[in-house]
């Protein structure tokens, strides 16, 4: 429920946002770029323009990996208190049921919005129903929600175009080193997560129309440890079958390149296994540049400054777009390939740069 604040807190808040922050707007929550940090100094119009602090209620998946470390604190900067807001961050962990009750305690608390990152994307239509009754706009970010459109807006990623991405990787960097035979071990993310279902479909569109073999496809639920039990597993009962790994996240892939390790299996550029990663975190790029992973195609976590510009556009009575796509870089250890052409998710051929990962860019990323 909006809280109003008395006048002299409010000047004294504006005084210290507009110093802190220069009091620059968000920007436009658009297709941004990867590192784009839209709104970053977004000052005191993140405040309610009658003095109100704007309650968030903000259901997070959990804090299973580097990229939800990310998300989180990119969504408790943009809607911190010096901003005007009182955020009600609650931590999932992972579970769906636990999930839906956090949405019924916000509507119950009477917040001004609801964000959330759903774990699955299905089961959402009832509550969502709840919210609109209860005449609180529901944001999404990230991950996305298929069984309901009962919310004002998305910002996420196009997970399917990111599977399809790093199996057109494969395709021209094995061509590029005469490897004709692919044998393939897949761990995936959380089961039912638009994330796992979207790298898992495109990435297999690819190895189906190569007639490639993917000898198995478990869930590593986008963990270090997940990663790396799959991978031992992996590792015993297809000992000497596999030459290519693909983790749908790096601390996936960092469990998994312990359990190889271990296995006495070598990954990484020009050694038996091709090893593929998605997020594209700080950690990731830096094994990447030491070619220990072949590839890691990014997911940008960063959309607090999206998701608070929205609700700034709403408190303006102004529309806003339904869908906010990211725009993410695709990396590679190798400078053997500049680019990728494939047919993306919308039917689209694009041809998209590799970017061979430097100091530079490891030290930019999340
Ligand atoms: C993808 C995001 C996934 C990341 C994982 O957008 O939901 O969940 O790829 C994270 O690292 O755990």
Redesign the pocket.
Same mark, same amino acid.
Do not use: I, L
């Given at each position: 429920m909006k809280k109003r604040i008395v006048a002299g807190m409010l000047t004294a808040l504006m005084a210290v946002s507009m110093v802190g922050c220069g009091g620059a707007s968000s920007d436009t929550a658009d297709s941004g770029n990867a590192g784009s940090d839209a709104g970053a100094d977004a000052g005191t119009e993140e405040a309610a323009a009658d003095g109100d602090v704007i309650t968030v209620g903000f259901a997070q998946?959990g804090h299973?990996? *580097?990229?939800?470390t990310a998300?989180t604190k990119s969504v408790q900067d943009a809607f911190s208190a010096d901003k005007g807001y009182d955020l009600q961050f609650v931590d999932c962990d992972n579970d769906s049921a636990a999930q839906i009750e956090a949405v019924r305690q916000f509507i119950q608390d009477d917040v001004d919005y609801i964000v959330i990152?759903p774990i699955v994307s299905t089961g959402w239509d009832t509550v969502l129903t709840e919210c609109e009754d209860a005449g609180i706009p529901v944001i999404v970010i *990230?991950?996305t929600i298929d069984d309901s459109d009962k919310y004002v807006s998305w910002v996420?990623?196009e997970?399917m175009n990111e599977g399809l991405a790093a199996g057109t990787w494969l395709k021209d960097y094995a061509e590029a080193k005469g490897i004709s035979d692919l044998n393939i071990l897949v761990i995936e993310?959380?089961n039912g997560?638009s994330?796992q279902i979207g790298r898992t479909d495109g990435f297999k569109k690819i190895a189906d129309a190569e007639g490639w073999t993917i000898l198995d496809s478990q869930d590593g639920n986008?963990t270090q440890d997940g990663g790396q039990q799959v991978m031992e597993s992996y590792c015993k009962s297809y000992e000497g079958q596999f030459n290519v790994v693909v983790c749908?996240?790096?601390?996936e892939a960092f469990g998994a390149m312990d359990a190889m390790t271990a296995a006495g299996v070598s990954y990484g550029v020009d050694k038996d296994v091709i090893l593929i990663s998605?997020?594209a975190c700080k950690s990731g790029l830096e094994f990447v540049q030491s070619g220990d992973i072949n590839a890691d195609f990014m997911?940008y976590?960063l959309q607090g400054e999206y998701c608070a510009d929205i609700v700034q556009k709403l408190e303006a009575g102004e529309t806003v777009e339904k869908q906010t796509f990211m725009t993410e870089p695709w990396y590679v250890a190798e400078d053997i390939l500049p680019s990728i052409t494939y047919t993306n998710n919308a039917g689209e051929e694009v041809t998209e740069e590799l970017v061979v990962v430097t100091d530079a860019a490891s030290q930019a990323s999340y």
């Open positions: 998946v299973e990996s *580097d990229w939800r998300s990152d *990230d991950r996420g990623s997970f993310g959380s997560s994330a986008f749908q996240n790096d601390n998605f997020d997911c976590p």
